[in-house]
């Protein structure tokens, strides 16, 4: 038989090895649903959990700020793309939900299931699979983003990507970040609602970061469940999206974020990452989203 070191590593995230990404051993599972249904503006989303996969095996497994290979303690074990359903929005979330909650309350689970979309819509699904297979009433959502996706519908679906904080909030509270671009319908729905809490773009990107300190009261003791669309970064170092807006979250401030919320939260069992709509020959967003699900990851997993 041909010896093992002739070939390369599997075609996983991070280019892991086969014991690595063994999913009785890893801790984190990764699943890749590359949805696209209702994007309005710019398309390309459906591309980006190859593109991200694609560009992990470029990321280098020792991690600065934890001094080691963090990956290799935990290990991450990424699962087949999720297959569409593509007869309407709404099915393809029932499919999401059964999905993630099946895998949530699979006796062999996983302590943390990344999702690399695909459009934000998939988040509705997302964020109901993990209100079924947690305990009610332990799950809160932390939302980075440039839009506060609070509408009720859009274009004529509740299942919009412009919707997917409002599906959220329906499930769990939400505490959303870096929001910078809003629409009347929205802002007259926010108002006065203890179930939201919503951080401006001018207040996410000040200095001193003094919200931190209520974000981490937030999401102490608590489940959390993570959503970062991508557009919520400042568009000069992400802006490889469908819809993107001026301003932004730093690289170094997305982390802090990150690191707030892994830190102190009970779990994150579930997180994603949104709205990558990859551009060809540009491979700096693709790679900043592979080493920011590396950084979630390592939160969880290896921070504590």
């Known amino acids: 038989m041909t010896e093992r070191v002739h070939f390369q590593n599997p075609w996983n995230f991070l280019g892991l090895t086969e014991e690595i990404a063994d999913p009785e051993r890893a801790r984190g599972w990764l699943l890749p649903i590359p949805y696209e249904s209702t994007t309005s503006y710019g398309a390309g989303t459906r591309d980006a959990p190859t593109a991200i996969l694609e560009a992990s095996r470029q990321v280098e497994l020792y991690d600065l700020e934890f001094g080691r290979e963090p990956v290799m303690d935990y290990g991450i074990h990424t699962l087949p793309p999720m297959e569409l359903v593509l007869r309407s929005p709404d099915t393809m979330m029932q499919s999401i939900e059964d999905v993630v909650a099946s895998i949530l309350l699979n006796a062999q689970h996983p302590e943390v299931l990344g999702i690399l979309g695909g459009e934000h819509s998939i988040s509705a699904g997302v964020a109901r699979g993990a209100a079924r297979a947690l ?4 799950l809160v959502a932390v939302h980075v983003d440039a839009h506060a996706d609070m509408r009720a519908e859009y274009e004529g679906s509740p299942y919009s990507h412009a919707c997917a904080a409002r599906r959220i909030v329906e499930v769990c509270p939400i505490y959303q970040i870096g929001i ?3 629409s009347s319908e929205e802002v007259s729905f ?5 179930d939201v809490r919503t951080v401006f773009s001018a207040e996410a990107n000040d200095p001193g970061g003094l919200y931190l300190k209520d974000l981490a009261e937030f999401v102490r003791d608590r489940n959390v469940y993570l959503t970062i669309d991508v557009d919520g970064l400042d568009p000069s170092i992400m802006p490889a999206v469908g819809t993107p807006e001026p301003g932004g979250i730093s690289w170094e401030r997305m982390l802090e974020i990150a690191r ?3 830190v102190n ?4 069992p579930v997180f994603d ?11 700096a967003p693709d790679f900043l989203v592979a ?3 590396y950084k979630v990851f390592s939160y969880i997993l290896a921070g504590k």
């Open 291 to 293: 080493k920011l699900v």
């Open 180 to 182: 910078r671009n809003i």
């Open 260 to 262: 707030t919320v892994c």
């Open 135 to 138: 305990k009610s009433g332990q």
């Open 265 to 268: 939260a009970a779990a994150v």
């Open 190 to 194: 926010l108002k006065g609602r203890q």
């Open 273 to 283: 990452v949104v709205e990558l709509a990859p551009v060809p020959g540009l491979r």
